[in-house]
């Protein structure tokens, strides 16, 4: 006897959702730094990697041995002093 060969048919759905959020650029804030003495331009830590030319890990390691200025807003943003790069 012979048997009879059955196949199956699996259907699978896949469902996958994007979140893309953009922030308007905000450029340099113009803001008194307590530890320069001065109005200083501040910018974010991203945008202060990108004008030294150094990676962003190494402006943190900077802002944790506190080589360079910053300061944290009411919103929790951290600016970095331009100033205290150089």
């Not at 979140?19 to 202060?48: D, I, K, M, W, Y």
């Not at 390691?61 to 009411?74: L, N």
């Amino acid at each position: 006897m012979r048997r009879k060969r059955t196949s199956r048919t699996v259907e699978l759905t896949v469902e996958r959702s994007e979140f893309f959020a953009a922030a308007r650029a905000r450029g340099p804030t113009l803001s008194p730094c307590s530890q320069c003495g001065g109005n200083s331009r501040f910018v974010s830590p991203a945008e202060a990697a990108r004008a030294s030319g150094e990676s962003l890990r190494q402006i943190f390691r900077r802002i944790e041995a506190a080589k360079i200025h910053f300061v944290e807003t009411p919103e929790g943003r951290l600016l970095v002093c331009l100033d205290s790069l150089r």
